[in-house]
């Protein structure tokens, strides 16, 4: 899947795993309601903390199809939401 710098993204660089599961779900929620089918989490590689906590949301997320790490860049989740 190729994606495009258009698609929305939210970087959690610098956040912590309680305000990364909030804008997380308020992220997910607010392109939900625009019929964004793809965005994009930036959680960075570092020691997986975050990356650990945004994949614990987005399982739990009922908007949330699918994700998975990008091929090219594992630092960020590719999110597909039902629409």
Known sequence: MIICNNVPQLDLHGL??????????????????????????????????????????????KYVENYYLDNFNVGQTVVILKI
């Open 16 to 61: 912590d795993k309680e305000y990364s599961r909030i804008l997380i779900n308020d992220f997910i929620q607010d392109n939900y309601k625009l019929k964004n089918k793809i965005i994009l989490i930036i959680h960075g590689i570092g020691k997986g903390i975050l990356q650990k906590e945004t994949h614990k949301v987005l399982k739990r997320n």
